[in-house]
């Protein structure tokens, strides 16, 4: 699909000029994770890494997949990439951004439903 909007073309080019950005959006591209899991993965600094993935959320490049409440109480919740690709292009003083979303709905329905308990 191309991005028309050009407020989420912005979203999406000021995320992949940001490293930590690019590595948050490649962790949760395959796996819904928390932001824990990426801070491990990817070795990004704690602080960082929760700024940066709230404002991907507020972009709407990640969603929150899952929401877990442990046993004790706790709350926390599971990322997702909205991409799965992206495609700049820059061309006759036009950017051009082509993207392929992150969503096969066949998939979604058969984890939430064995998921079910």
Request: aromatic fraction near 8%; proline fraction near 2%.
């Amino acid at each position: 699909m191309i991005i028309k909007s050009q407020r989420v073309k912005k979203a999406v080019l000021t995320a992949l000029a940001d490293e930590e950005m690019v590595k948050i959006l490649d962790s949760a591209r395959d796996q819904a994770k928390s932001v824990r899991d990426i801070i491990t993965e990817k070795n990004i600094p704690y602080t960082n890494a929760y700024r940066k993935t709230k404002w991907l959320v507020a972009e709407k490049l990640l969603v929150i997949d899952k929401i877990i409440i442990t046993q004790e109480g706790k709350k926390f919740s599971l990322f997702r990439s909205v991409l799965s690709s992206i495609s700049v292009k820059y061309e006759s003083n036009e950017i051009l951004v082509e993207a392929e979303q992150n969503f096969n709905p066949k998939i979604k329905l058969m984890e939430r439903f064995f998921s079910l308990e």
